[in-house]
């Protein structure tokens, strides 16, 4: 299975941006990149996920470089509830496979 | 609101006995899925379900056992063969199993603790 990079922490003071990054070097043509949160003993929760283009919803943005091999998850306003583990994770659209692998994330502290 | 319900959030139980988690849909997905979270880790699959009357075994199956006779129930058995029992159980589900861009969505959990 392709493998993800990710910090395994970041601080953001509140109301300013966070850009989360992730490396997916070995990334094939037909995974998606998906990020989840986890906040604290609760379960993960999703936030986006892309394929090429660059994504965006009411919780983030996901910015796909251009060759693929990595990704960035911006939260345009860090807010105290965004303290979370985020989960860049490689989403295999293959037939007959739909399994989700979850390292260990990055761990943002938002600071007042 | 449709979601997932986990019951009980706490579990203590004795070495050597079997225990069941409850794992409730009501988001009429066919997948469902149970990982199993580690302090400081990530989540690792145990189980998952395509559909009703069918599961198949995730990375880390060995002595756990699943069920799913029905749509919206998927529980999980953690048996004595269990070497670590101990840890934050998850269940999941998906609106189907081929649909490569459809969001899991997550229960809120259940710790158990077996001494």
């Known amino acids: 299975d392709a493998k993800t990079t990710q910090p395994n922490s970041m601080e953001s003071n509140e109301e300013e941006p966070v850009h989360l990054p992730c490396n997916h070097s070995?990334?094939?043509?037909?995974?998606?990149i998906h990020w989840y949160r986890q906040l604290p003993s609760q379960g993960p929760e999703y936030v986006i996920h892309g394929l090429t283009s660059n994504v965006n919803n009411r919780m983030a943005s996901l910015a796909i470089a251009e060759d693929r091999k990595s990704s960035t998850l911006i939260l345009h306003r860090a807010t105290l509830r965004d303290a979370a583990v985020y989960y860049c994770?490689?989403?295999?659209?293959?037939?007959?496979?739909?399994?989700?692998?979850f390292g260990k994330g990055t761990k943002l502290s938002v600071i007042p | 609101d449709g979601g997932i319900t986990q019951s009980p959030k706490y579990l203590f139980r004795k070495e050597g006995q079997n225990v069941t988690l409850s794992c409730e849909q009501n988001?009429?997905?066919?997948?469902m899925y149970w990982y199993r979270q580690d302090p400081g880790q990530g989540l690792r699959l145990i189980y998952y379900s395509q559909i009703v009357n069918d599961f198949q075994k995730g990375d880390i199956a060995e002595g756990y056992s699943v069920s799913r006779e029905k749509k919206e129930s998927f529980p999980l058995t953690v048996t004595s063969a269990q070497k670590n029992p101990t840890a934050f159980y998850l269940c999941?589900?998906?609106?189907?199993?081929?649909?490569?861009?459809?969001?899991?969505?997550f229960g809120n959990g259940t710790r158990l603790t077996v001494t």
């Open positions: 999941a589900s998906s609106i189907d199993w081929g649909r490569y861009n459809s969001p899991l969505h």
């Open positions: 988001l009429n997905h066919d997948a």
């Open positions: 994770i490689l989403k295999y659209s293959g037939a007959g496979s739909y399994q989700l692998t």
């Open positions: 070995t990334i094939s043509g037909t995974d998606y």
